[in-house]
């Protein structure tokens, strides 16, 4: 059973509209991370989230996006006005240990802006 | 800047054969820990090694072993036996005290030969 699910699998959005990628963990967990990976690239971490706020955060994940999880559960990441360079695999990962720590990975959610 | 270098765009290796996938970062930290992920067709992206950078000692994982270097920031991935499922975009990351955050290289592409 994986640890972590994203929904949905794939997105597509106009350019300038909002979107909102969820990650489910399966079990409780401390920390939470965003990367995205950009087709054909590097996978590049965008923010991680521990104790319910940011802890380390990227200089790609600037004012257009936000984390939150809504219902103590799920986590987010919202993206207000998605551009044509906003289209990657964005995936969600989890980890119990902190330092050092395995991350788990979900599937990723693939957004395409159009 | 901090760094991940991944030197071999593509490997190739016939089933059954061993291949070694390399990886040099730079890092002023000096604790920190390294990993091997593959990402398969399906993009998810799965831990294959993990080594603690205290530890002398190479991490070995069934078939998988590394070669860690520390002074020379060298952790090269060598795959035994290598098998057809092996194949893959396999990248080298770490993590470091001062935020939890994978920093990835741009990947080796595995190709394995009958």
């Known amino acids: 059973e994986p640890e972590v699910t994203q929904t949905p699998s794939h997105q597509v959005t106009q350019m300038g509209q909002e979107v909102i990628l969820r990650c489910v963990p399966i079990s409780n967990h401390l920390y939470f991370y965003w990367y995205r990976q950009i087709l054909g690239q590097k996978v590049e971490f965008l923010v991680s989230f521990y104790n319910n706020e940011i802890s380390e955060k990227s200089e790609i994940f600037d004012d257009q996006f936000s984390v939150e999880r809504p219902d103590g559960s799920n986590f987010t990441l919202k993206i207000r006005s998605t551009k044509l360079e906003d289209s990657a695999m964005y995936f969600c990962?989890?980890?119990?240990?902190?330092?050092?720590?395995?991350?788990?990975f979900g599937p990723g959610t693939r957004l395409t802006v159009l | 800047a901090q760094t991940v270098t991944q030197s071999q765009p593509e490997m190739s290796v016939q089933e059954a054969e061993t291949v070694t996938l390399s990886c040099t970062y730079d890092t002023s930290e000096s604790d920190y820990y390294l990993f091997w992920y593959k990402q398969p067709p399906s993009r998810q992206m799965i831990l294959v090694i993990r080594q603690e950078a205290y530890k002398q000692q190479n991490a070995t994982e069934n078939r998988f072993s590394v070669n860690f270097q520390k002074a020379a920031k060298s952790f090269s991935l060598k795959i035994s036996d290598s098998q057809l499922g092996d194949a893959a975009m396999y990248f080298c990351?770490?993590?470091?005290?001062?935020?939890?955050?994978?920093?990835f290289g741009k990947g080796t592409s595995l190709l394995v030969t009958p």
């Open positions: 990962a989890i980890e119990r240990g902190g330092f050092g720590g395995e991350q788990f």
């Open positions: 990351a770490y993590e470091t005290n001062s935020g939890y955050a994978l920093n």
